[in-house]
Protein backbone atom coordinates (compact mmCIF):
# COMPACT_ATOMS: atom_id res chain seq x y z
CA UNK A 1 0.00 0.00 0.00
CA UNK A 2 0.83 3.59 -0.57
CA UNK A 3 2.25 5.43 2.61
CA UNK A 4 3.41 8.80 3.20
CA UNK A 5 5.10 10.30 5.91
CA UNK A 6 4.74 14.44 5.65
CA UNK A 7 7.29 17.25 7.91
CA UNK A 8 8.31 20.41 7.63
CA UNK A 9 5.80 22.50 9.08
CA UNK A 10 5.41 24.64 11.34
CA UNK A 11 4.73 28.31 12.69
CA UNK A 12 5.48 31.12 10.23
CA UNK A 13 5.21 35.12 9.92
CA UNK A 14 3.52 36.52 7.03
CA UNK A 15 6.48 36.56 4.40
CA UNK A 16 8.37 33.72 5.49
CA UNK A 17 9.70 30.69 4.65
CA UNK A 18 9.18 26.68 4.96
CA UNK A 19 10.75 23.15 3.32
CA UNK A 20 8.23 20.57 3.86
CA UNK A 21 8.75 16.87 2.76
CA UNK A 22 7.27 14.09 1.97
CA UNK A 23 8.90 9.87 2.49
CA UNK A 24 7.23 7.63 0.14
CA UNK A 25 6.74 3.95 0.62
CA UNK A 26 5.21 1.32 -0.21
CA UNK A 27 5.17 1.31 -4.43
CA UNK A 28 6.98 2.52 -7.40
CA UNK A 29 8.13 5.82 -6.30
CA UNK A 30 8.95 6.50 -9.80
CA UNK A 31 6.03 4.97 -11.53
CA UNK A 32 3.88 7.93 -10.02
CA UNK A 33 2.63 11.33 -10.13
CA UNK A 34 3.63 13.01 -6.40
CA UNK A 35 1.58 16.17 -5.51
CA UNK A 36 1.09 18.18 -2.31
CA UNK A 37 -2.37 19.12 -0.96
CA UNK A 38 -3.79 20.92 1.47
CA UNK A 39 -6.76 21.17 3.87
CA UNK A 40 -7.31 24.58 5.43
CA UNK A 41 -9.79 24.79 8.70
CA UNK A 42 -13.24 23.89 7.59
CA UNK A 43 -12.49 23.17 4.28
CA UNK A 44 -11.51 20.22 2.01
CA UNK A 45 -8.09 19.15 0.57
CA UNK A 46 -7.10 21.36 -2.39
CA UNK A 47 -4.40 20.36 -4.79
CA UNK A 48 -1.49 22.86 -4.21
CA UNK A 49 1.67 21.91 -6.55
CA UNK A 50 1.98 18.40 -8.41
CA UNK A 51 4.95 16.74 -10.32
CA UNK A 52 5.21 14.12 -13.01
CA UNK A 53 7.35 10.90 -12.56
CA UNK A 54 9.89 11.71 -13.73
CA UNK A 55 10.16 14.69 -16.87
CA UNK A 56 10.03 17.15 -14.83
CA UNK A 57 6.72 18.60 -15.19
CA UNK A 58 4.82 20.85 -13.00
CA UNK A 59 1.57 22.43 -12.04
CA UNK A 60 0.63 24.63 -9.56
CA UNK A 61 -2.33 26.28 -8.05
CA UNK A 62 -2.87 30.08 -9.40
CA UNK A 63 -2.70 31.05 -5.50
CA UNK A 64 0.74 29.68 -5.23
CA UNK A 65 2.27 30.39 -8.50
CA UNK A 66 5.92 32.24 -8.01
CA UNK A 67 5.78 31.70 -4.21
CA UNK A 68 6.14 27.53 -4.50
CA UNK A 69 8.57 25.20 -5.80
CA UNK A 70 7.78 21.54 -6.02
CA UNK A 71 10.55 19.04 -6.23
CA UNK A 72 10.89 15.01 -6.16
CA UNK A 73 14.11 12.73 -5.43
CA UNK A 74 13.00 9.74 -7.20
CA UNK A 75 16.56 8.23 -5.78
CA UNK A 76 15.26 8.52 -2.21
CA UNK A 77 11.60 8.25 -2.56
CA UNK A 78 10.80 11.83 -1.49
CA UNK A 79 9.10 15.15 -2.29
CA UNK A 80 9.40 18.53 -1.22
CA UNK A 81 7.74 21.79 -1.48
CA UNK A 82 9.83 24.95 -1.03
CA UNK A 83 7.07 27.65 0.30
CA UNK A 84 8.30 31.44 0.37
CA UNK A 85 6.38 34.62 0.76
CA UNK A 86 3.77 32.77 2.68
CA UNK A 87 0.39 34.09 3.63
CA UNK A 88 -1.96 33.37 6.41
CA UNK A 89 -4.30 31.83 3.76
CA UNK A 90 -1.91 29.27 3.07
CA UNK A 91 -2.56 27.88 6.84
CA UNK A 92 -3.59 24.24 6.38
CA UNK A 93 -2.12 20.80 6.79
CA UNK A 94 -0.58 19.59 3.97
CA UNK A 95 -0.20 16.11 2.63
CA UNK A 96 1.48 14.47 -0.23
CA UNK A 97 -0.35 12.25 -2.41
CA UNK A 98 0.17 9.95 -6.20
CA UNK A 99 -1.08 9.62 -9.06
CA UNK A 100 -0.47 7.14 -12.11
CA UNK A 101 2.34 8.67 -14.19
CA UNK A 102 -0.19 7.81 -17.52
CA UNK A 103 -2.05 10.84 -16.39
CA UNK A 104 -1.83 14.71 -16.53
CA UNK A 105 0.14 16.09 -13.54
CA UNK A 106 -2.94 18.77 -13.33
CA UNK A 107 -5.26 15.64 -13.11
CA UNK A 108 -3.37 14.41 -9.80
CA UNK A 109 -4.09 17.68 -8.42
CA UNK A 110 -7.34 18.37 -9.63
CA UNK A 111 -8.43 14.83 -8.05
CA UNK A 112 -9.21 12.94 -10.57
CA UNK A 113 -6.56 10.74 -10.23
CA UNK A 114 -5.55 10.07 -6.32
CA UNK A 115 -4.31 7.17 -5.32
CA UNK A 116 -4.51 5.50 -2.05
CA UNK A 117 -4.96 6.93 1.46
CA UNK A 118 -4.10 10.37 3.44
CA UNK A 119 -1.21 9.71 5.45
CA UNK A 120 -0.94 12.17 8.71
CA UNK A 121 0.04 15.53 7.01
CA UNK A 122 2.31 18.35 8.60
CA UNK A 123 0.60 21.40 10.11
CA UNK A 124 1.54 25.05 8.74
CA UNK A 125 0.55 28.35 10.17
CA UNK A 126 1.03 31.12 8.75
CA UNK A 127 0.38 33.86 11.34
CA UNK A 128 1.79 36.77 13.31
Known amino acids: QLQFVESGGGLVQPGGSLRLSCSAS????????IGWFRQAPGKEHEGVSCISSSDGTTYYVDSVKGRFTISRDNAKNTVSLQMSSLKPEDTGVYYCAAGPRITAVQSLCRMRSRVGSWGQGTQVTVSS
Open 26 to 33: GFAFDYYN
